[in-house]
């Protein structure tokens, strides 16, 4: 009885940190970094520098197609991207380039989704063409578009 009552604590416990961290990871999500604390040497308050890198403000932003689920990539200053592939959510950082960004990703829901293309959980590059985010994958091959939302 002890041994069931351990075990449940314990995936209670692991279920709790998990759903922490993909809340924490979700768009909007305010973390310790965009909350006011200690931190800047003026006690009780934290600044946040929220300039974009060098050459990332072409990318900043919403990113979009009317494709089957809407497939969305989200720009935030600081070198954070979240979005969906349509299907499943995807999050992780960019590195700001002179044509665009090397985008990493960290972390990704794993549904399926029949009729979905989930091309863009391939993301590794992008480039800005006006308002058309080319998406690189890893060898360098163009796997899709997005448009700038408006």
Not at 103 to 116: I, N, W
Request: aromatic share 2%; hydrophobic share 35%.
């Amino acid at each position: 009885m002890m041994r069931n009552t351990r075990r449940t604590t314990i995936a209670a416990i692991a279920a709790g940190i998990l759903l922490a961290g993909l809340t924490a990871c979700a768009p909007g999500a305010q973390g310790p970094e965009n909350s006011k604390g200690a931190g800047d040497g003026e006690q009780g308050k934290m600044t946040t520098d929220t300039t974009a890198q060098p050459g990332s403000d072409a990318v900043l932003g919403t990113w979009t197609s009317q494709q089957e689920g809407n497939p969305e990539l989200n720009f935030e200053p600081k070198g954070v991207v979240n979005g969906t592939d349509g299907c499943n959510r995807i999050v992780g950082s960019y590195e700001a380039t002179a044509e665009g960004a090397d985008v990493k990703l960290r972390a990704s829901t794993l549904k399926a989704c029949q009729g979905v293309d989930t091309w863009l959980s391939g993301v590794a590059q992008v480039r800005v063409d006006g308002t058309q985010l080319h998406v690189l994958d890893h060898a360098g091959k163009e796997i899709g578009a997005l448009e700038r939302k408006a």
